[in-house]
């Protein structure tokens, strides 16, 4: 009963840094996404992607990468980490779009 | 581009008291409309969405909302509300044939009770 796990919960990084946030999903949904969230901001789309191999870019999509090499999972990557990605980053997926979206828990990342 | 208006940042409401949370929406094509809630440090929980039919719907922990395409709103609502309501909670919304760009988000009311 795992639906959509993200590692890890918490990070700090250094301006500069890179690192990988983890996204896998036991639901066999083809779409997948990636938000985050700011105070007041509500959730903002940073990538998707609508199967294995099929990935697109959201409304904030700078600074960030992605890849989708299988149905469950879907890493969203950081390069040169800047205090302005300081954030939560949600991953969520679903069966069809468009869909009720389940969520993760969350990644709170934290750049210095 | 699509959007979604919730006006209200905070609301204080006390315990046992009625509930309505405001959600307005643009786009002139059929709406899929959902209501999400966040509870601190969690993700986000889905608490009823509307596809079509009646248009108002059920949904958990006794809360309810009414699609009026009149109004372009999707307001919910909730008899009386309990300290374990509050929380963060989110109108979101998607439209058939939009793409497969998930789901458009308001930017969250947030939900205070008092004792």
């Known amino acids: 009963n795992a639906g959509v796990t993200q590692t890890p919960k918490f990070r700090i990084l250094k301006i500069g840094q890179s690192m990988t946030l983890q996204c896998t999903q036991d639901m066999n949904h083809n779409y997948m996404y990636w938000y985050r969230q700011d105070p007041g901001m509500g959730l903002k789309l940073i990538y998707y992607?609508?199967?294995?191999?099929?990935?697109d870019k959201g409304e904030v999509p700078n600074g960030y990468n992605v890849s989708r090499s299988t149905t469950e999972d879907f890493p969203l990557r950081l390069e040169l980490a800047a205090p302005s990605q300081t954030s939560v980053y949600f991953c969520?997926?679903?069966?069809?779009?468009?869909?009720?979206?389940?969520f993760g828990e969350g990644s709170r990342l934290t750049v210095l | 581009a699509q959007s979604v208006t919730q006006p209200d940042i905070h609301i204080t409401v006390s315990e046992g008291a009625s509930l309505e949370l405001r959600c307005n929406y643009s786009y002139g094509a059929t709406p899929y409309l959902f209501w999400y809630v966040q509870s601190p440090g969690q993700g986000l929980q889905l608490l009823l969405k509307y596809f079509s039919g009646d248009t108002l719907v059920q949904g958990i922990k006794g809360f309810e909302a009414e699609f009026k395409r009149s109004q372009s709103s999707f307001n919910l609502r909730k008899p009386s509300v309990h300290w374990s309501d509050a929380a963060e909670y989110f109108c979101a919304v998607g439209f058939s044939g939009g793409g497969a760009d998930g789901l458009t988000f308001g930017k969250g009311t947030h939900l205070i009770i008092q004792p």
């Open positions: 969520a997926s679903t069966v069809s779009a468009p869909g009720e979206l389940f």
């Open positions: 992607s609508v199967g294995a191999g099929i990935t």
